[in-house]
């Protein structure tokens, strides 16, 4: 009764390998992040380390991962940019607790 009601899949075998690696290529972006963007997090709050010591050792940690892992001039940019965003912010922390 079951197999009667089964419909064959009708998506080419390359259609599904490109998106099986497209998904798993991002989810291994999104996993890095979240671990560069964790260990920011546990060296300026948990160790007490001074945030652009730990902003300079995430941001190499992430370009040589993703160099060794292979992942693409794509990878290396997403990191300084998020870099360089944390960097404002944390200039911005610094302008704002300053004029109080």
Known sequence: MASSE???GEMEIEAQSK???GFMK???WG???LLLSVGYMVFTLSVG???LVALILCA???IAIGVG???GGAWIATVIGLAGLALVIQLLVTLF???M
């Open 6 to 8: 089964y419909t064959r």
């Open 19 to 21: 998106m099986y690696s």
């Open 26 to 28: 991002a989810s291994m």
């Open 31 to 33: 996993a890095l992040i």
């Open 49 to 51: 380390m001074n945030w």
């Open 60 to 62: 190499g940690a992430g």
């Open 69 to 71: 892992m292979s992942l």
């Open 97 to 99: 607790s300053m004029a």
